[in-house]
């Protein structure tokens, strides 16, 4: 596997067989717990929507899940970069297309894989299912078929049928054209191009930009037989006949002499520096092969320092990734009902992209990007995927356009309500986590991994290591570390390894903690024992005296004596309470539980002091805090001792003037149903339901954390520790690899943190 792809074949098939196999489950949306439940859940209460549909088949979107429910589906013919693999093998990419339509724009997706390669075949199994969906994606269909497929299938259905191969690439392409030609003072319908790769991708950019404008005779088409001109006749079909031009260019080199933009959806390299030093001045360039694009941003920059260019990669600017368009294309086209996903629904999306690079970057997207401030300009002329504006521009673009083109059904009456529909749909939590974690990306941190000879934790360390995070240390017995490296078939240069007993530098390290615990009771003979022999003491050590940015630990040892290690070298940081914060990822929102680790039965100034934390948490994970205190009682109902310690803890925060939606103390049930909260309390100060959850004592949070978990209730992240003088975190005793991946990365984020403070 290529390196460059910082993924290994472990770390991909650990990821997709972890837990229960696959990406995405089915779950109820409604009660089915007693036996009226199931009355009205089937027979005989779903007789009635049943008999309502019949009447009016547009009942269906009403009382079934069709109105928000797309088919991806593919045979498996063109199969990533990958060929012909056959339909069930494709099924990890559908199955990845259909969390992302979740994941991007709130979309339930269901992936079926088609194994024929009959086109008619293929249509007539697509068509009978047509009346379960709102919407068609297809996906890894090889050309012509492709093409063929989805003409068909929008004429015989009604409902959106969309080639994300085709049309989504075009559209983000489009999108960043659009601003390169604008940068470099260009017009579209003066511009000249050269597309090389005449496939499914490449003819729908070429349609998109001359529906757009561009004139037909200003587009050059290659193939891998060369330019298609007019009179061409090996290997061309009616698609590729379409866009022959006259030209006497025969060649992808002659035919890039002097042209404004080339658009590469072919293989790597296959532009060279030589090509694009004929091209016109300030030259647009989209390579956008994958993995690998036709040629690197370094190549060309080596020839044209005047140059635009955009790839399908994410370690380069201007990345052209579909993410930016099939969800939220979707998302509109299925709130009004779309007939179709026409052409001007399409070129809505790219105008709406095209404007969106040009407008001010929002603070929560700008702070990811750590010396690299994300304004419109050569190297910005594509949003972010994480933009939390995309989840409401695209869609209201798209929605718009089926509005003024007839072929919405459903139009919206309300412009404003639906932005704001639209903008509670997803939860900004998972998008700031992934902006935390690109961030780290751009100033990558030498993390320690204190549990250095366990297999998950070198594991993790590798992937730590491959998703560009930084170095990491592993602490423990080069030998040891080794012989495991090769057992697991991992090459052994991705990591630093030190053994605390042979470590030149644990004479430094021993004066250091014999200072801090001298009068604690440890005699030096303690101390030089704890550096040799306490891996968690050495790698705080290395974080304390600045050798290292940040520590990970916990998978061999209990959180109360690993804390208690760490404490014996870090002090909390000034003016902060260590606590534990776990971030409970459920559908479409997140919570954030505190304190989850560190106080037992914490004092109404305590509480105090973690609601404050936990709330400034929050708010740099890019949510506005509404904080509850819980407990079993309800304001003072019923009146219990152990509730004062809560209802005492808002009067500290009311004394404190704090700047964040706090009240209680309220049980769970109150806290989170904002409507059942207005109803019976109206006086509660918050404006929502809560997302902040301060619970009473440690053992409630610790059991409720760990019940959602293991429910499956809800993705849990963490818990996190918080408040100490150095980044450290302390992951649970059954972590897995990709749960420690995650600890060390925000460790690292915090560093980063500290750093920039």
Known sequence: MDKRRRITEAEALEFHSMGRPGKWEVRPTKPVTTQRDLSLAYSPGVAVPCEKIHEDPSKAYDYTIKGNLVAVISNGTAVLGLGNLGALASKPVMEGKAVLFKRFADIDSIDLEVSTEDVDEFVNCVRFLGPTFGGINLEDIKAPECFIIEERLKELLDIPVFHDDQHGTAIIAAAGMMNA???????????????????????????????????????????????????????????????????????????LKGADVFFGLSVKGAVTPEMVKEMAGRPIIFAMANPDPEITPEEVKSVRDDAIVATGRSDYPNQVNNVLGFPFIFRGALDVRAKTINMEMKIAAAEALAALAREDVPDEVDRAYAGRRLRYGPEYIIPAPFDPRLIVEIPKAVALAAMRTKVARKPLEDIPAYEQALRARLDPTSGSLQRILDKVKKNPRRVVFAEGEEERTIRAAQAFHNAGYGTPVLIGRADCIHEIMGFLGLADDFAEIMNASMASHRERYTEFLYNRLQRQGHLYRDCVRMVNQNRNVFAACMVAMGEADALVTGTTRNFSRTYDDLLRTLDPKPGWRPMGLSVIVAQTRSYFIADTLVTEVPTPEELADIATQAAAQCRALGQEPRVALLSYSNFGDPERERAVRVREAIKVLDKRRVDFEYDGEMQAQIALNYERMREIYPFCRLSGPANVLVMPALHSASIVTNMIAELGAGTVIGPLLIGLSKPAQIVPLAATAHEIVTAAALAAYDALADQLI
Not at 219 to 248: E, Y
């Open 181 to 255: 030609l604008h940068l470099t003072g260009r017009d579209l319908k003066t511009a000249k191009m050269v597309v090389n790769g005449a496939g499914a991708a490449g003819i729908a950019c070429v349609e998109l930009l001359k529906a757009m404008g561009m004139p037909h005779e200003n587009v050059v088409l290659c193939d891998t037989q060369g330019v298609i001109f007019q009179g061409r006749t090996k290997g061309m079909n009616q698609w590729k006949s379409a866009h022959a031009v006259r030209t006497p260019a025969r060649t992808l080199a002659e035919a």
